[in-house]
């Protein structure tokens, strides 16, 4: 039965069971292998875009309109920067994320969205809550070994 613990709800299934299938392993990997935030965020990013680009598409071959907070970034309480980004050297950072273990954390993402078929508004609005979580904890790194840390999700997340 869809819905059960581990079970992929189906696409006929209640939105808000796609939901939290895809919430729930999220929360286990990224809890389970200490998932560092900047790896988070890269793959929140990539889907990010994706979707946002092809509901943009949608809406604009059908002109609809989206709804500014779907589109628009989750920042949190803008933070004095602590280090200026120039001390941050961007291609070694990227070089040492594990590759590996991102491809596994976008393919839970795109395998909970696409075979449950959850609607890209919702997808794009629960990505947008872990998009801040990640972004909040990246505004407090005070060197580029904190972007390593693991993203700290808050209890009941």
Known sequence: ????????????????????FLQEN????????????????????KYLRILTESLVEHANAHLETIPEDILRTRSPDPLAPTLPLTDFPLEK????????????????????????ELPFPQAIVLLREWEEIVRAQLSRATS??????????????
């Open 93 to 116: 950072l990227i070089n040492r994320v594990d590759k590996d273990r991102m491809d596994i954390f976008d393919t839970i993402l795109r395998t909970s969205i696409n075979k449950t």
């Open 26 to 45: 999220m929360v286990g990997f990224v809890s389970q292998y200490s998932l560092p935030a900047i790896e988070v965020a890269l793959v929140l990013s």
């Open 144 to 157: 580029p070994g904190y972007l390593f840390s693991p993203l700290e999700l808050p209890n009941g997340f």
């Open 1 to 20: 039965m869809a819905g059960e613990a581990g079970m992929m709800p189906g696409p006929d299934s209640p939105t808000e069971d796609k939901l939290v």
